[in-house]
């Protein structure tokens, strides 16, 4: 049957769903029965690689070599088929492993987004594997033809976590993971769901079938435990299920468990003990004894077989218990807990943590298979006996995360690291793993050196989490071992070269530079540490980075200078030059100081690249609604009609759209992580990064300047690419080949990438297309790392899901054919390395790293001369003391008047201070032990500053006037709390679309308009000639440049009708139609109807509520917080005036003060008679400064101290009682207040006094002086008129300072009387909103519930849409892949009417062979009422063709149409057949294609009829929402609000009166009741102008039409006039424009000067093949004159030799009977000269052969082949001399004539 169609289509219906807890469906719909001989094609099902559209990337770029990883933390993992075959998965895979040949074989997923469970069939026939994807298959495999079998289908949304199989196998169990959990029964043979509903809330980890009891499932995973029963009820069969209740025990995680025979479960715990539940309920805990746990920690799998109960846990232990012991356990007290020991035990091993094991398929086997969360695949023996064997580890992997991994640079080995703190070395090419040690750290990067550092390229760096580097070399040690005779147990071996601590903590990125001189590490403590390379390698120094190191990268040799990038984890780049590697010196430490750093800080830009991404598609939008809207007045104008009400409303709604605001500028905090990056060009280079800033990659540059901290950095990009489908999928790893043509992607999907480069693209500008394969788990399984091997021709991945895989780069025939070798090559051992010893490790994970033993050192030092110097002066110090102690000794000895004293003998007073010191150590000593006292007392203080003041803005201030009572205050102001800016928050973001927004968002979709194929092909081709002009050109000289001109030309006359065509287009886009009305007439209309008629009150019972004006409990939060918001904004803006002005009065104080000071010296000059009286200077109140009462010096403290002390005593002494604490202190407080008061004021009055005194002093000391002359008179009237001048008007500027500040407070204290009536105003306006907001609380629930029904009425409708233009655009696109295919039909026909040419006497014949139907035979099977419809069609088809064929054969005879009759052409009639196959399978494609099309056109149809039932609920819930709306209007129109209106204000008159109640008054704002009024005059007016234009414009309407008509009929007239001259020019009607526009063919030009230049090379040739064939000639002229002479010289020598044998014959005769003796060697001698003579005849026949071929052109000439010449007999010398030396000659002349 055709599995394609069932492979496309789902083949299962849904049955019965879940009963208790799950949706019911009461009727069973009929189902199709699937044949048990169906099968699906895998070819079709599993996913392939992505490659980009119109792209030349192959398919098959990569191909999977190997599989060397091993998921095994994933559950269940480990599944056996038959006695030899183990499978997992692995990623996208399903691996089947052979354990004998370790050979794999691959199923790969067919979702394409991994597998998420398998489970094999209790037969082994089948296999079950449930993948991860939106709405995943399970899929069931046939083993071992590993062919799809069933195909499950909607089990779950995203991915099944768990599957099972019955104990008979015909029911399936699956368990879907997050979000649904739902628990399906599946008839999986029928591909029919049976029973389902959800499992749980959170996850579940297992599921299984009872096998004892057929009905019964459970279920266990994040803290639960469920049994599952499938009951018949009334209503049919039904799951229900028990949630397990664990009554006192611990809640806890169940990962494996057991189904007993009798019902009950037994299952394991997170703490290692067992649970027996029975009836949901815990029925005993079982445990060890002595309290011991069952197992150490968590019991991850229970199996019951044969009778016998085994556990494995995460201890790596296996135990078996007695199995009718804990059926029977039961707890005798309240503990709850029943001791028992296991029967047997096994424990595999240390770092061993089992998960779980299966069974080997052999019958009566103890054989099982455990999976190792610690990386490996175990083989038990469990038959606990004396022949038990011991546990063998079958294969070994890496555990969790691939931390590192790279490869050889001339071999095909590969080196990874873990955190299970294993280094393993594999072999690529034969897919092992030849060597694996573990360390007691886990590696965290390794980078193979490259060659110009180790010569034979083994070398490995690696680092580990202790910061610790490890040099290892790898080296093959046969040989080694080869010597003594012993063979190595590995292929390969590590030897420890050094070991470094560079850092104190991970090494996460090593790198050597370019010339292999320096070795960079950089660490997670954000430093880089640099090394010299060689022999051992010794520290340069470290600089310090931003952030933890991520990567780093030595520049390339293209760069002119040797630098290093080093990436960042937080998105900071640095880069600094390769430092000197001089290290001599001493230095204290290893800080690069002088080394300089430039630094990068990456700044997002995506927001800014969507930003302008969107003001690209709003106006194109704009310029599709423009269009759009043309159209539809176009529309109307062709079809003669006014436009509707609803396109006017279009129209207008599409005019009237406010505009939405572009997305805002965001940049994420905290940043992105940046993820990869690499070099360039010198200076710049490409970003990967994260988070938000995902979906790009980020051309970069290091600013020229860099005198910022690289921590207040913010450089952005200078350029970006984007990725496709990579906003949630970022790139995590970038890798090249050895030519960067091509750059291998590692993405956090766990896909790899693949881009084709151009050879020098730094900037990246060919990237473009890419293939994509899912390769690694795409949850968790994000790539890591991607290399290439040294020779191109192998990829290899690790990701997070422990993984790694091996892909070639070529075809497998061609891989084979590359690579002679079976097994990489390992590195032999260098020289010496037997006999060296292994460098001292570094095992201590706290040892000190490099630059901390460093600084050790020097603090060492330092401390050692510190002590050198202490005992030095020591030693001094006791020398000085003992010549003290002698001068004291001789003091003592001298008389008493000439003995000095004592105090004399000082040496130094410094002993003084030290007891001064030791008296201020002890007060630090007291302080410290009151520091809790004085703490406690600092922060009750702090608290109450808090509470009572910190919260204040504002205290209130008054300022008060000078020569008035007039003062004016601030506002006491409290800061706005935090919920209030929380409410703001949510109120700028949380804002609900309106009805208003969606339906503009109905009118304006954000999708684009749907793009023509055929536009689609004119890019295309369009994108193929801008690809195909970069070509070089061919033509050269005259040629190319009359070519080029004749383009230009053409280039230019179609820029000017292209031109010319815009121009038009554009008049006849601005042309408006016959019916069309003025845009701003229409929106005047459309306003004046909005806005006249009959408008309802919103007292009104029908008053609808407009959008704008609906309000709800965000909304008027909303309200709230802004009036709050302003309230405070004008309260502080007053407070700040006041406060300038309280500012201003404290300086006019201080200014008048200096003034005054000024007057007293002016008055001191001038007699006391003439002195005005000073004027009194005013102070500040206690109410203008109340800042200082929270100012005090320890002076206040004490007074405080003292006052509280009296105020003890005074409450003692009488009797105590009293007020209570804090009335008390606030008296304290106040009395110190004045105290302070008083003391300031007698201290301005003693200043006063002060001045005064002096005054007096000074007037009293003036009056005693002498009388003055006559000039010295006259002088001090001069200066006593200018001192009274002064006096004068220093007293009038302190008048007018005082008045003018006195004018200023009146003025502001107006001003803060009407803000005081606006406050009030607004404080009633806040209770207003208050209670609405009460009142819309209330509503909130019910609003909320029709809202999100609309919106989900709303989305629907969106959806339904979205499927409709879709499923439209789909079918259209079928509609013309037929109209293709009948045209391609029709040229079918045509070429084979042509291939008949004319009277053809076979052409009736021919045309019915092409037009007979065949009964071709179907690929595919099919089912049920399918193949019953498709055998009558075939029958009714058959008939048709009999007759037809009847008929036809009628008419042609007797003749066969499947044999080509006699005098046919064969080649016409195989065409013909050939034609006739064509025609058949365009025929099958198009009924396939018709077929399609005509149920795409039903589920249009369907959609269409959904769409209108959609769009009546939802303007059902519409309706709804308005009653709702109305019913808030009127509770909100109940609500009381106070208006304060003056008399004046009120208009509602009552027979002249003011009625006593305004209740039926309305209330409204004078301006627009003015502007209405004024309105009517102004509408009155436009009424009388309007006719006036009406008029003109109907006499200029006439005046157009005649116009018009002229300017056709000219139009008529030049256009036959065109034609004309166009028939008498070219003899027909032609294309004027593609004339112009016709340019010449490139191609054809470039083609015949090819053709020129082959035909002169080609005469060429000839011409010299020609003058060979002369020389030829004369040659052989020569070669056949020789052999004429030779052959002349050979009949001569011939005649000789017959004149010779007579001569011998004749004296043969006359010889004695003396001579007989020698006749015989004679006749010998005889005999070889005859054989000689046959040679001689057969090398001439040779050379006669060879004359013959040499007169033949172009004959090869071949060496004769030398006939050996038979040895001559032994003759006497005397005898034979003149014949040998004969025959010598003809054997010398023969050879010397075949050399020639």
């Known amino acids: 049957m055709d599995t394609s169609e069932k ?45 980009t559209a119109d792209s030349d990337i192959p398919e098959n770029l990569l191909h999977l070599s190997h599989s060397f990883g091993y998921d095994c933390e994933r559950r269940a993992n480990l599944q056996v088929l038959d006695e030899h075959t183990l499978t997992f998965v692995a990623g996208n895979l399903l691996v089947l492993l052979d354990m004998r040949t370790k050979q ?252 779980s094991m299966v069974k080997s398929t052999c019958p009566d086997t103890p054989i099982w298979f455990a999976q190792d969360s610690d990386g490996a695949i175990w083989k038990l023996d469990l038959s606990f006996s004396n022949m038990t064997q011991d546990p063998e580890c079958l294969f070994s992997f890496h555990a969790g995360l691939i931390t590192a991994m790279d490869v050889s640079g001339n071999s095909h080995l590969m080196a990874t690291t873990a955190m299970d703190r294993c280094l393993k070395i594999f072999d690529f090419l034969a897919n092992r793993e030849i060597f694996t040690t573990r360390y007691k750290q886990a590696g965290t990067t390794l980078t193979w050196a490259p060659c110009t550092v180790h010569r034979s390229n083994g070398l490995l760096a690696v680092g580990f989490k202790d910061g610790v580097v490890r040099l290892l070399e790898i080296f093959n040690p046969r040989s080694l071992y080869s010597v003594a005779g012993v063979g190595p147990n590995s292929e390969a071996e590590l030897f420890l070269r050094q070991a470094l601590k560079p850092h104190d903590a991970p090494v996460t990125a090593i790198a050597y530079e370019r010339n292999g001189e320096i070795m960079a590490t950089g660490s997670a403590d954000c430093t880089v540490f640099l090394f010299t390379v060689g022999e051992m390698y010794e520290p340069i120094g470290f600089v310090n980075v931003p952030g933890p190191v991520l990567r780093l990268e030595w520049s390339p040799h293209s760069h002119e200078k040797s630098t290093l990038l080093i990436l960042c984890n937080n ?67 062709e079809q003669g009609r006014q436009p509707t009400e609803e396109e006017q409303r279009l129209e207008g709604e599409e005019d009237e759209g406010e505009e939405e605001e572009l997305p805002p500028i965001h940049i994420p905090s905290p940043p992105s992580p940046l993820l990869c990056g690499f070099y360039s060009q010198p200076g710049s280079f490409w970003l990967s990064m994260g988070g938000y800033d995902s979906g790009y990659l980020y051309h970069c540059e290091f600013s020229q300047d860099q005198s910022e901290s690289p921590e207040n950095r913010m450089d952005k990009p200078f ?63 994000h790539v890591q790392h991607v290399r290439c091997s040294y020779d191109d021709q192998f990829v290899l991945t690790t990701g997070q899901d422990g993984n790694i895989f091996s892909f070639s780069l070529l075809p497998h025939e061609e891989l084979q054919k590359a690579l002679q070798s079976n097994k990489a090559k390992v590195p032999s051992p260098r020289i010496g390395l037997e006999t060296s010893k292994a460098a001292q490790d570094i095992d201590d994970p706290t040892a000190y790293s490099i630059e901390t033993a460093k600084q050790k050192v020097v603090m060492e030092r330092l401390r050692r001369e ?129 009805m208003t927004e969606r339906r503009r968002s109905m009118a304006d979709p954000s999708k684009g308009p749907v793009t023509d194929p055929d536009e689609l092909g004119a890019a295309g081709s369009g994108v193929l000639q801008s690809r195909m002009k970069p070509s070089v050109s061919k033509l050269i000289g005259r040629q190319a440049e009359k070519l080029r001109k004749a383009a230009e030309k053409a280039e230019k006359a179609r820029a000017k009708i292209q031109k010319r065509k815009k121009e038009w287009d554009e008049l006849y886009a601005s042309k408006p139609s016959e019916d069309c009305e003025d845009p701003a007439d229409v929106l005047a209309i459309r306003s004046a109807t909005e806005n006249m008629g009959d408008f309802k009150l919103k007292t009104a019972k029908d008053f609808s509520v407009p959008e704008h004006l609906r309000m709800n409990a965000e909304k008027k939060r909303a309200q709230l917080v802004t009036l709050e918001e ?68 320890r002076d206040t403290l004490r007074r405080y101290d003292a006052l509280l002390k009296a105020k003890e005593v005074q409450r003692r002494g009488g009797g105590g009682g009293g007020a209570d604490e804090g009335e008390e202190g606030d008296h304290l407080l106040a009395e110190l207040g004045k105290e302070g008061q008083r003391e300031e004021e007698e201290e301005e009055k003693k200043e006063s006094g002060r001045t005064r005194q002096a005054g007096e002093g000074e007037v009293g000391g003036k009056e005693e002086q002498e009388m003055e ?39 502001l204290r107006h001003e803060k009387l009407s803000l005081d009536i606006q406050m009030k105003l607004a404080d009633l306006r806040h209770v207003t909103l208050f209670q609405e907001l009460l009142l819309l609380k209330e509503f909130e629930k019910r609003e909320n519930t029709l809202q999100g029904r609309l919106n989900a009425r709303m989305k629907e409708e969106d959806e339904l849409t979205e499927k409709l233009e879709e499923c439209k655009k789909q079918l259209e696109l079928k509609r013309r892949e037929i109209v293709k295919l009948q045209e391609r039909e029709r040229t079918i026909a045509a070429t084979f009417q042509a291939s008949l040419g004319d009277n053809n006497k076979f052409a009736e014949f021919l045309t019915r062979v092409f037009k007979k139907k065949i009964k ?381």
């Open 104 to 355: 794999q074989r691959y199923l790969r997923s067919c979702g394409g987004g991994g597998i998420g469970a398998i489970m094999c069939h209790p037969s082994k026939g089948y296999v079950a594997v449930a993948e991860k994807a939106h709405e995943p298959d399970i899929i069931i495999y046939e083993y071992p033809s590993l062919r799809p079998y069933r195909i499950l289908r909607g089990g779950t949304e995203q991915a099944y976590s768990c599957v099972d199989f019955n104990r008979d196998g015909a029911l399936l169990a699956s368990v879907g993971s997050a979000t649904d959990y739902m628990l399906t029964l599946w008839n999986w043979r029928q591909e029919q769901v049976i029973l389902r509903c959800k499992a749980f809330s959170q996850d579940v980890y297992r599921v299984t079938f009872s096998t004892d009891n057929p009905g019964q499932l459970t279920t266990s995973g994040s803290g639960h435990i469920k049994f599952w029963k499938m009951a018949n009820t009334f209503t049919g069969l039904k799951l229900q299920g028990e949630l397990g209740r664990y009554g006192r025990t611990a809640l806890t995680d169940i990962e494996g468990y057991v189904e007993l025979p009798d019902g009950k479960v037994l299952s394991g715990s997170e703490w290692g003990n067992m649970l027996l539940w029975d009836g949901g309920l815990i029925k005993v805990e079982i445990c060890r004894k002595g309290g011991r746990t069952c197992h150490i920690g968590t019991i991850q799998h229970f199996s019951l077989d044969e009778g016998e109960l085994l556990t494995i846990g995460i201890d790596g232990a296996v135990r078996s218990w007695d199995f009718e012991s804990i059926d029977q356990a039961d707890c005798t007290d309240d503990s709850g807990q029943v001791e028992l020991e296991p029967m047997n035990e096994m424990v595999i091993g240390r770092n061993v943590s089992l998960v």
């Open 719 to 781: 350029a970006f690419i984007p990725l496709k489908d990579a906003d949630e999928d970022p790139l995590c790893t970038v890798a090249f080949n050895s030519s960067r043509q091509l750059m291998l992607c590692g993405m956090h999907s766990g896909r790899i990438r693949a881009y084709p480069l151009e050879s020098g693209d730094h900037h990246l500008a060919s990237m473009q297309a890419f293939w994509s394969l899912s390769v690694h788990d795409n949850q968790y399984g």
């Open 571 to 637: 998105g900071h780049v640095a880069e600094v030059d390769a430092p000197d590697q001089d290290t001599e010196g001493v230095r204290s430490t290893y800080l690069l100081q002088d080394l300089k750093v430039r630094h990068f800080c990456f700044r997002s830009i995506k927001s800014s690249i969507q930003r302008d991404a969107e003001v690209a598609r709003r106006q194109a939008l704009k310029q599709q609604h423009v269009k759009e809207r043309d159209a539809r007045v176009k529309a109307a104008q």
């Open 1416 to 1796: 071709r035979v179907k690929k595919k099977e099919k089912t049920g009422e399918d193949e019953e419809d498709e055998a009558s069609s075939e029958d009714s088809d058959e008939e048709d063709w009999d007759d037809d064929e009847d008929d036809e054969g009628s008419e042609a005879g007797a003749l066969d149409d499947s044999v080509c009759p006699p005098n046919c052409d064969p080649e016409l009639f195989e065409n013909t057949v050939q034609l006739r196959e064509r025609r058949l399978d365009l025929e099958e494609l198009l009924a396939e294609e018709k077929k399609t099309a005509d149920s795409l056109k039903k589920e249009c149809d369907a959609l269409a009829k959904k769409a209108k039932i959609v769009q009546t609920t939802l303007q059902a819930a519409e309706g709804d929402l308005e009653l709702f709306n109305r019913e808030k209007q009127q509770k909100l129109n109940e609500l009381d609000v106070v208006v304060p209106l003056r008399l004046h204000q009120i208009e509602f008159l009552v027979n002249g009166t003011i009625p006593r109640r305004l209740g039926s008054a309305l209330v409204l704002n004078t301006s627009p009741l003015v502007r209405l009024q004024n309105r009517i005059r102004e509408l009155q007016q436009e009424k009388s102008q309007q006719r006036e234009l009406y008029r003109h414009a109907r006499q200029r309407h006439v005046t157009l039409q005649h116009e018009h008509k002229d300017m056709q009929a000219k139009i008529k007239e030049l256009e036959s006039r065109c034609e004309h001259l166009m028939l008498r020019k070219f003899g027909k009607l032609v294309d004027l424009e593609g004339l112009q526009t016709l340019s010449g063919n490139r191609i054809l030009e470039e083609m015949r000067q090819e053709s020129r230049i082959r035909e002169l090379t080609y005469a060429q040739e000839v011409k010299a093949w020609e003058a060979n064939v002369c020389k030829a000639r004369e040659t052989l002229t020569q070669v056949t004159r020789q052999n004429t002479e030779r052959l002349h010289c050979l009949n001569s020598l011939l005649c000789e030799q017959k004149e010779l044998e007579d001569k011998l014959n004749s004296r043969q005769k006359k010889m004695g009977a003396q001579f007989q003796s020698g006749r015989r060697a004679d006749a010998e001698s005889k005999r070889g000269l005859h054989e000689l003579v046959e040679s001689q005849a057969q090398e001439g026949a040779m050379l006669r052969q060879e004359i013959a071929v040499l007169s033949r052109k172009g004959g090869h000439i071949l060496p004769p082949p030398q006939m050996p010449l038979q040895p001559s007999p032994p003759t006497h010398t005397h005898t034979h001399t003149r014949t040998h030396h004969t025959t010598r000659q003809i054997h010398i002349r023969t050879q010397l004539s075949g050399n020639q």
């Open 1269 to 1307: 002359t006559e000039l010295e008179e006259e002088m001090r009237r001069v200066e006593e008129i200018k001192n009274l001048d002064l006096q004068d008007s220093l007293l009038q500027e302190i008048e007018d300072s005082v008045w003018c500040f006195d004018a200023e407070l009146c003025l």
């Open 866 to 994: 510190a002590e050198q110097r202490k005992t030095e002066r020591r030693k001094k110090l006791a020398e000085l003391q003992q010549s003290f102690e002698q001068l004291l000794k001789q003091n003592d000895d001298l008389p008493a008047h000439v003995r000095l004293h004592r105090a004399e003998l000082e040496l130094d007073p410094r002993f003084r201070e030290e007891t001064e010191r030791m008296t201020a150590q002890r007060v630090r000593e007291a302080r410290r032990e009151l520091a809790w006292e004085e703490e406690r007392h600092r922060v009750g203080l702090k608290k109450l500053q808090e509470r009572f003041w910190d919260s204040l803005v504002s205290e209130t201030v008054t300022v008060v006037a000078f020569r008035s009572e007039h003062r004016i205050s601030t506002y006491r102001l409290l800061a706005l709390s935090d919920h209030f800016y929380l409410l703001k928050q949510r109120t700028r973001t949380g804002r609900r679309p309106g």
């Open 1126 to 1193: 302003r309230i405070y904004n004008q309260k502080m803006e007053m407070n700040t005036q006041v406060m300038d002005l309280r500012d201003s009065k404290v300086a006019l104080l201080a200014s008048l003060r200096s003034l005054l000071h000024h007057l007293q010296e002016v008055q001191e000059r001038l007699p006391a008679s003439k002195r005005r009286p000073l004027p009194s200077l005013p102070t500040l109140l206690p109410e203008e400064t109340p800042e200082k009462k929270l100012r005090y010096t």
């Open 7 to 51: 492979a496309d289509e789902p083949s299962v219906q849904e049955g019965q769903t879940a009963g208790s807890e799950g949706e019911e469906q009461d009727e069973k719909p009929e189902v199709v029965e699937i044949p048990v001989d169906m099968y699906y094609d895998y070819e079709k099902l599993y996913s392939r690689p992505v490659t």
